[in-house]
């Protein structure tokens, strides 16, 4: 397996502009989750999907973030509007099944916005 | 609200030395603890999950504890080598039905030739 896999893996944009951040889960995962890393707040998840579905969006900043999982072999992380405060390293991650079981991180998107 | 802290930031060694990392946690209902390794500009690369029921696991030089009473878990890594420097995060996972990690904010690994 590939394992985790995310697009693009770097990307610069203005403020204002629409960011789109996609991953792709290893196959059979069911479970999905978004992370962002800053030097200042670590790791931070922001949300997270069992079988396609959000369970836990309380870690989404702003309106201005949203997430979707349309099937399960792909999920996006929206940023519209951008902003230079949105300037971080997101990590997508998945697992099968089971709270017991690790969490595999795709290798992050860092994204700058200027 | 979990929180997790690592201790020290920063540790540098000569190859060759045995060493310890620090985790502590301030809610002892976790289900399981896990260790990572991140290398500069890189994800997250799984090292050790212990559940919540079990005191250590072991994969090669590394061994990992759990004392969940205490809130507490070590990563030993034995022998280390050059290669073994990057920064090494735990994070823990809470009881019931979440699913989300809460991760410290990590140790940086400095191993010298």
């Known amino acids: 397996d590939a394992g985790v896999i995310q697009s693009p893996r770097h990307e610069v944009t203005e403020m204002g502009q629409e960011v789109t951040l996609r991953c792709k889960p290893i196959s059979g995962h069911n479970s999905l989750f978004w992370y962002r890393q800053t030097m200042m707040r670590g790791l931070e998840l922001l949300i997270y999907?069992?079988?396609?579905?959000?369970?836990?969006d309380s870690g989404m900043p702003e309106d201005r973030f949203s997430a979707k999982m349309p099937n399960a072999s792909f999920s996006t992380l929206k940023i519209q509007p951008s902003e230079p405060r949105d300037s971080a390293v997101y990590f997508c991650a998945s697992s099968l099944g089971a709270r017991g079981i690790e969490q595999f991180f795709g290798p992050g998107t860092r994204l700058t916005v200027l | 609200k979990q929180e997790v802290t690592q201790i020290p930031a920063a540790l540098s060694v000569p190859e060759g030395e045995n060493l310890v990392l620090n985790c502590s946690f301030t809610d002892s209902a976790i289900y399981n603890l896990q260790w990572f390794r991140q290398d500069p500009g890189k994800g997250l690369t799984s090292l050790l999950l212990?559940?919540?029921?079990?005191r250590e696991q072991t994969s090669g030089r590394l061994n990992a504890s759990l004392d969940k009473s205490s809130g507490r878990s070590t990563l030993y890594i034995a022998a280390s080598q050059p290669g073994d420097s990057a920064t090494y995060l735990c994070a823990v996972r809470p009881s019931g039905s979440a699913r989300q990690l809460t991760f410290g904010s990590g140790t940086q690994l400095t191993v010298l030739p």
């Open positions: 999907f069992n079988n396609n579905v959000p369970i836990d």
């Open positions: 212990i559940q919540s029921s079990q």
